[in-house]
């Protein structure tokens, strides 16, 4: 059949179709005019001569965007307006011949009929039991507080229904929070590339068990270790697993970013509302700081209580940390060692990684690659990788000699050969033998001429062995000596100092500074940091030394002024009293000084006592003027025979009165 012949006989096909669809178009008196003169969009009802298209009516936006696999705007419409019900109305107005008002009739007496027989069936109960009681003996106040409070429900291991409130969303959308950060899928740190071995085999099967059991047992999960055991491995790997479950978003923080906390504008039931896991590597790293340790202590007790599985590393334990928050939720879970790894074990995992990447080395050469410089999983793992490389680029590793060298880049005889013919071309190579067995000489006498001239040594008898003399030879062995011995005393003689050196005191301002290896980043830390405390307590100690000093030299300096005011008016008891005080204050500033020493002891000297020959011993009630004048031994001269009157007459006396001490510049 030819395709003209099929377009006729589909065109006569589609006549006939619109023939009836005419036919009962007509037939509808609710067509209205507009309508049947509206112009047809289809060209195949054109071409007929259709004078009528029904108006398309436009579907819904979430009609059209709905998708069954993914129903996101219906969850949406769900959750907001509540799901759809059909509308089923109790009056069936359906029936034909029948009237609202028999029905209603009909409902009214079944209503009345179910009413009565429950009455009787009560009536019967009643008969036989207590009033105020159910048939089960249970008070009716306590069966309505139960209805009440839904306790029935919870009886018997039944499972509660939630009721669905329309006033609030049914369906809980996620929230996208800033902080903590989500844990991605990788394939670098899992349960593949996991080895265990007889130092971490205790933290594996824990964390199995949080794998094959989250939310449930074992929480909060606390994994111990050094560095280099693994514990950052392992707790992405515990990420990785349960990620796997698709039972919701795991969070991962890092030590350093806990600071972040601080800054955090979610709330916690916002942040741990679809959480499944929170972990965080090296979580004592903020141990130091008190109000970051204490924020982070609350966001774990917040996540714990609303069912958040926590899993933590640290390089001690809690019963080491500082009193905190953090140290109260954390010294109650659940705590794993990592040990450090042996060779033994590392033996094993380079095994494995030869046989994953088709290495053929013996024992000892694996021995030898774990033993070569730290002995830790990313040592091991570093010198497999160099072995790999070097295998791939043509070095045969025969023996131990072989893997040594390359681990060590020794480089053998054999291979500076090599490359050294590999650089030098064959114009070189000819050119440096030429020049090594032959003298090329240009003569002046034959033209063109090269002759190849070679000086042999010529071999005579005319050789005479030297005279050993004695002497010489003795003083030879003696100045050698003397010499050594004086190179030996200058070498221990120290150096006079120069006005130019650096004082030692000064030398570690120009000393060069050198890196410390990362590996002793810790210990360096941990030394200044006491180092640090130990100047900081020496300063406090020095300060409050000199403060106190200071505060007994003001003290002493008001005691010397008093003293000082008391001298002028002052008995001959009060300057001995003086001078004691004197004595004791000296002793208190000597005391303050401490490159002085104590003041000698104070020895007071004996006083001079005379004891006279002859009696002395008189009681003087009983002596009189008289007794003490020896008529024969006293002779009494006139005043008159020894004094003479003065040559000028009489004298008056005079008072003298001292003078006081003139400033220069005031006399006029």
Known sequence: ???????????????????????????????????????????????????????????????????????????????????????RPKLSLNKTGGEVSGLVAERLKNLRERTLSKISNDT?????????????????????????????????????????????????????????????YSSHHTYKTWSVTTENRRATQLSERVIDSPQESLNPLILIGESQTGKSHLIHAIGQAVLLRNDGPVYFIRGDDLSEILAVENTWSDVFDNCVMLLIDDIDL????????????????????????????????????????????????VRSILGRVGAGSLMLYARKLSNERNLMLSDEQLALIVTDGDISWRG???????????????EKLLDTVDVYKLLNDIHSDDEDYLEQSKSESVEDIANRLITSVIDVVYSDEELGGIEITTTLPELSNDYTPPEIDIESFIGNQTDLVEAHIKKTLDDLTPEAPSVIDVNDRDKHLVAKMTRIVKQDHAKAAEILTELDMGIDQRFANSDGEINQNTGRLIELESMLLNLANRTSDASLEGLIDIADELRELENQLVSLDPERGPLPE??????????????????????????????????????????????EGSVKTSIITPVGIVMDGEEE
């Not at 998708?67 to 705007?73: D, E, F, K, Q, S």
């Not at 091991?380 to 043509?394: C, L």
């Open 286 to 333: 903020i141990l130091s700081d008190q109000e970051v340790a204490n924020h982070v202590g609350r966001m774990l007790d917040y996540a714990l209580n609303m069912k958040v599985h926590v899993v933590v590393t640290a390089r001690s334990s809690p019963e080491d940390w500082p009193a905190s928050s953090l140290w109260d939720i954390l010294r109650g879970g």
């Open 602 to 647: 104070f020895v007071e000297d004996e006083l001079d006592s005379y004891t006279p020959s002859e009696e002395w011993n008189i009681d003087s009630s009983k002596v009189t003027a008289e007794s003490l004048i020896d008529n024969e031994s006293i002779t009494l001269n006139p005043i008159d025979g020894v004094l003479e009157p003065h040559p």
């Open 1 to 87: 059949m030819s395709k003209p012949t099929k377009l006729l006989l589909a065109l006569k096909n589609a006549k006939k179709h619109l023939e009836i669809t005419t036919n009962q178009g007509t037939s509808n008196n609710q067509t209205t005019q507009s309508e049947l003169t509206t112009q047809p969009k289809s060209k195949l009802n054109r071409l007929t001569g259709g004078t009528y298209s029904s108006p398309t009516k436009r579907p819904s936006l979430l009609s059209r965007v709905g998708v069954a696999n993914r129903p996101t705007y219906d969850l949406i419409a769900d959750g907001i307006l509540g799901k759809n019900q059909d509308y």
């Open 124 to 184: 019967s109960i009643a008969e036989s039991s207590f009033f105020g009681f159910e048939s089960d003996g249970t008070p009716i106040w306590s069966s309505v507080v139960s209805g009440q409070r839904d306790i029935e429900e919870g009886l018997h291991h039944q499972i509660k229904q939630n009721k669905a409130n329309l006033a609030h969303h049914s369906i809980h959308l996620p929230i996208i929070v800033d902080w903590p950060k989500t844990l991605e």
């Open 380 to 394: 091991t793992r570093s010198g497999i990788d160099k072995i790999e490389a070097a295998i791939d680029s043509g």
